[in-house]
């Protein structure tokens, strides 16, 4: 399957308008995004966990990466509720579920794969760091490499903000709503810029708080063994 593969191509997607599909596993649904591959993917996703459903242990050959959008997400190393931050690096095991059912936005198989960097972070707890260089937008730091950045922003209402995709990024509105070029995107909208790009958008009357991974679409990894989401 192919799906927004094209990355030198702007993508948007406005998730919430999509039908939730059933994944291998019962009571976990998912809304694609972006996917190279069927179950063995390259795959940007919003998944659906219903109540005491979970996913067989597995291992991340390719690397997992993931924020909690609602609810408590679960596995055999903690609870993770909204605003969790986690990356699970190559070669790491576990077994996912959810007591009372969660929602979260996954990327997988986009890890350097000599990667065993892991990261746990409560992002909704962070500050914000206040960037001098845009007026009105305050950062929360949540990973950085030599090949990507990752962070969130929160943008004050009617705020332009410009970000330098040199590399290319993706923007996923977690509350409040923006406008880019003719697009107006609200909660769980997906914007993805190809390298050479810049991202200039608004933030709307109530401001918009976005996560947004920029850097890595130079480093296009497709997986060649079966993983599970």
Not at 52 to 62: D, I, P, R, T, Y
Not at 158 to 187: P, Y
Not at 208 to 217: E, M, Q
């Amino acid at each position: 399957m192919e799906l927004n593969s094209d990355f030198s191509k702007r993508v948007v997607v406005h998730s919430d308008r999509l039908k939730w599909q059933p994944s291998p596993m019962a009571g976990v649904e998912r809304r694609m995004l972006d996917r190279v591959g069927d179950e063995v993917a390259r795959a940007t996703t919003i998944v659906r966990y219903a109540p005491n459903s979970k996913f067989s242990a597995h291992v991340h050959s390719g690397g997992e990466e993931f924020i909690v959008l609602d609810g408590i997400f679960q596995d055999e190393h903690g609870d993770y509720p909204t605003g969790s931050y986690i990356r699970n690096p190559t070669q790491s095991k576990h077994t996912p579920g959810s007591e009372d059912g969660c929602i979260i936005f996954v990327k997988l198989w986009q890890f350097d794969l000599e990667d065993r960097h892991a990261v746990k972070i409560s992002a909704d707890e962070m500050p914000g760091i206040t960037d001098p260089q845009r007026e009105g937008v305050l950062i929360m730091p949540l990973y950085q490499d030599e090949r990507e950045e990752v962070c969130i922003e929160k943008w004050s209402s009617n705020t332009e903000v410009i970000i330098n995709t040199f590399k290319g990024a993706e923007l996923l509105v977690l509350s409040g709503s923006l406008t880019e070029g003719e697009d107006e995107l609200v909660t769980n909208s997906w914007l993805r810029v190809p390298i050479n790009s810049h991202i200039i958008a608004k933030a709307g009357n109530h401001g918009a708080k976005v996560w947004i991974k920029k850097g890595h679409l130079p480093f296009i990894s497709i997986p060649s063994r079966k993983i599970t989401r």
